[in-house]
């Protein structure tokens, strides 16, 4: 399901062009961008604009996020918020489902919960010091808030997050937030995702697209960019393109380092 058919970016003002990310060359050429397929993959090297794209689009959008702050008051997208103001989102099915996730937010949103299932059990065991000798029915009141909360943790992502394999607790946080039918924007996830990993990750897209859902991934993966029928626009020399799977800069060193390791070893 295509959900956000294109964005049309406006002109800005000379003050604006001074100032990042105006000044980028990717932001210079942007005119605007069209999705055709469920999928979509933004590729380039680091710096080449791809996440600053990412971000400004789920400003633009009012993406919710996981694990960072609101796309509305994170300090770190004031420059892309000004940015994502120039840009006219065209619809196809309007939905305010899904989100935004970076691979720095998964990490943070991972200590997090550790950090918040660690207070819960911390005053769990102060309720149990403050109502010694005290009914057991109102010490039961007393501790059923925090236990609600780490049941509803619990529920939603077993013993938690932080206790697997990042790969592990990418994949539960992944599966636990998805809704039918949104638009979920992920820079970078194979961050935390092994090759297996990825594999999974692509298996699970699968079942997500059957369920109307669209996707745009900023990603360095080939195993993650060879998607069947996956859009693939590559960040290149301040412009954006669309590109097969096998003319990928990315694909082809993969594949000649796979072939002849010693051929790159021996020049270190």
């Known amino acids: ?22 000044t980028l060359e990717i932001v210079k050429s942007l005119k605007g961008i069209e999705f055709t397929s469920p999928i979509t993959f933004f590729v380039g090297e680091n710096g080449s604009g791809k996440s600053t ?9 009012g993406s919710i996020t996981v694990g960072s702050e609101s796309v509305k008051t994170d300090k770190t997208l004031a420059g892309v918020r000004k940015l994502s103001q120039h840009f006219r989102l065209s619809w196809i099915k309007r939905t305010h489902k899904g989100f935004f996730l970076r691979a720095e937010d998964f990490f ?9 299932q660690e207070e819960l059990s911390r005053d769990l065991d102060a309720v149990d010091d403050e109502y010694k000798g005290r009914s057991k029915f109102a010490a ?14 619990k529920r ?3 013993e938690g997050i932080d206790q697997r394999s990042h790969g592990e607790s990418f994949m539960t946080l992944f599966q636990s937030r998805f809704v039918p039918g949104g638009l979920y924007l992920l820079d970078e996830p194979e961050a935390a995702l092994s090759p297996t990993r990825q594999l999974a990750f692509l ?10 859902a669209q996707f745009i991934i900023a990603t360095h993966s080939p195993i993650i960019l060879a998607f069947p029928e996956a859009d693939i626009v590559s960040f290149e020399n301040g412009a954006m393109k669309r590109v097969q799977y096998e003319e990928l800069e990315h694909v082809k060193l993969t ?7 010693n051929s790159f070893l021996r020049h270190l």
């Open 108 to 116: 943070g949103y991972a200590k997090t919960m550790r950090q918040t």
């Open 53 to 61: 794209v990412m971000e400004s689009i789920a400003c633009a959008i």
């Open 140 to 153: 039961d009141l007393a501790r059923l808030p925090y236990r609600n909360e780490l049941h509803a943790i």
């Open 156 to 158: 939603r992502y077993g």
């Open 203 to 212: 298996s699970v897209l699968k079942q997500m697209l059957e369920q109307e």
């Open 255 to 261: 594949k000649d380092f796979l072939n002849s390791p």
């Open 1 to 22: 399901m295509i959900h956000l058919k294109s964005i049309s970016v406006r002109e800005w003002n000379e003050k604006d062009s001074e100032n990042f990310p105006f």
